[in-house]
């Protein structure tokens, strides 16, 4: 429950920080941008294969403003393993309407700090990008943020009992790095 409370926690952060990151909504759905059309089944059961996962579920959308970012989230869930084993792979995008509305790297890290999350980067994905870890030993769920310029903030992130902090990032990467070649 803790942890599940991190994950609020942050969410919470994210959305009353006054960056701007909440109203993205419409700006995705009006240039075709949305979290499941930009992270694709065969990217994420080939990050981490063997497994198979179903067709990917819209979560969290809403809808910016001039001042919020609109967002957009889907949630990939691996089928057939016993529930221990099961692997969870997300996206959460969030775009803001402007430059001036939108986030930083520096502003997300310290979001991250304020959960008592260490920000580590990642070279190789642009400006900015980290992962953190927002889980527990038991159950690890990292997040790996990407910026795309001012405005786009993505949030690649996993959960799963039986895979390592390794795999789990290696996994991530191979996905952002997918979605980043879409545009």
Known sequence: MYQYGRVVLLLLVVATAGIG????????????????????????????SPRKFDSGKPGLELK????????????????????????TVSLEVQRAPSDATGTTPEAAKAGAVKLKSVPVDVPGLGNGAYWVNLGSN???????????????????????RTLNKSAILAGLTKIAKATLARK
């Open 21 to 48: 990151l909440w109203p993205i909504a419409n700006a995705l759905a009006a240039d075709g941008r949305n979290a499941c059309a930009m992270l694709q089944k065969t990217d994420v059961e080939a990050a981490f």
């Open 64 to 87: 910016n403003s001039r001042t919020r970012a609109a967002v957009s989230s889907c949630t990939y869930t691996s089928r057939g393993a016993a529930t221990k084993d099961m692997v």
């Open 138 to 160: 038991a159950f690890p769920v990292f997040e790996l943020n990407v910026f795309r310029g001012k405005r786009e903030w993505l949030v690649f992130s996993s959960g799963a």
